[in-house]
């Protein structure tokens, strides 16, 4: 009848009838993963279901927090006599600066919020942390947790409470509200392998004299 054809409409309004597995996978482990960490955080708020046990689990959240850690280690260094300490003590120093480093970028590069059920009353927060993946909790427990079990002499029942250590940082995020299970995972695993990179560029009198030198 000399009308037109209609025109084409626009990608973004086109219904999508073979998307891909891989979309389809990564979009069904989101939400599995934002369920799961809505049901797991019980102590998210004064009035959650195991909300009595929150000043507990905000107790542990220090015990894995970077400015403890960093000071501990400073203090130790200032105070060690023994150079084969000073040297344990420098590389922690410096797994623990290269942790916040990469923690923070990797923040800032996915900027992934966080849960919406978190409460911010966290201890000492900066910029990044309004971000969720990874968690820097738990990356820093895994790396503490290796350093330590492969740095200091310990009986196998301390050893064992270390490993626990790790373990109740990364699964109290959660339970927080403060992450999601990826995020503990991911950070976990980051962790995990960021110790390699460590003991990969150890330090020591030989290869960085001049930081020896300070201490």
Known sequence: SGSSAAAPLPDEDCMRLNPSFLGIALSSLLAIDLWASKRLGVCAGEGSAWGSARPLMKVIE?????????????????????????????????????DLVLVAVVKGLVKRRRPTHNKMDMFVTISVDKYSFPSGHATRAALVCRFVLHHLVLAVPLRVLVVLWALIVGISRVMLGRHNVTDVLFGLLLGYMLYSVVEYCWLSPLSAPALFALW
């Open 62 to 98: 220090v015990s894995g927090h970077g400015i403890p850690w960093l000071l501990g280690t400073i203090y130790g260094l200032c105070q060690s006599d023994s150079s084969a300490a000073r040297e344990v003590l420098l590389n922690l120093l410096f797994a623990l600066l290269l």
